[in-house]
């Protein structure tokens, strides 16, 4: 079993910045695809970005291209998610994801959440 989390959140004024950490264990980190979604009251869980086991590919979701930088240390065992030129709507509870590499799911595992609030 993986467990996943994620550390980092707060309250930060819009422009700003803030990284967020996944610390994950019960598994060697490149055995595992990761990823990092975000979800607010009363919608659904999106995802934000993700990367492959080596961090050879990464992608991201239109909105935050340009602005979000995900990174992993597989030695770590820590997967990163750099946040900048935050805007209030990237207000959300950020979520790590995990899934086996050669399996088809990225989100076989989550995280508990870290709040993210960004204040206009």
């Known amino acids: 079993q993986v467990q996943l989390v994620e550390s980092g959140g707060g309250l930060v004024q819009a422009g700003g910045s803030l990284r967020l950490s996944c610390a994950a264990s019960?598994?060697?980190?490149?055995?595992?695809?990761m990823a990092w979604f975000r979800q607010t009251p009363g919608k659904e869980r999106e995802f934000v970005a993700s990367i492959s086991w080596s961090g050879g590919s990464t992608y991201y979701a239109d909105s935050v291209k340009g602005r979000f930088t995900i990174s992993r240390d597989n030695a770590k065992n820590t997967v990163s998610l750099q946040m900048n030129s935050l805007k209030p709507e990237d207000t959300a509870a950020y979520y790590c994801?995990?899934?086996?590499?050669?399996?088809?799911?990225?989100?076989?595992?989550w995280g508990q959440g870290t709040q993210v609030t960004v204040s206009s």
């Open positions: 994801a995990a899934g086996w590499v050669g399996g088809t799911s990225w989100t076989d595992f």
């Open positions: 019960g598994s060697p980190l490149n055995n595992l695809n």
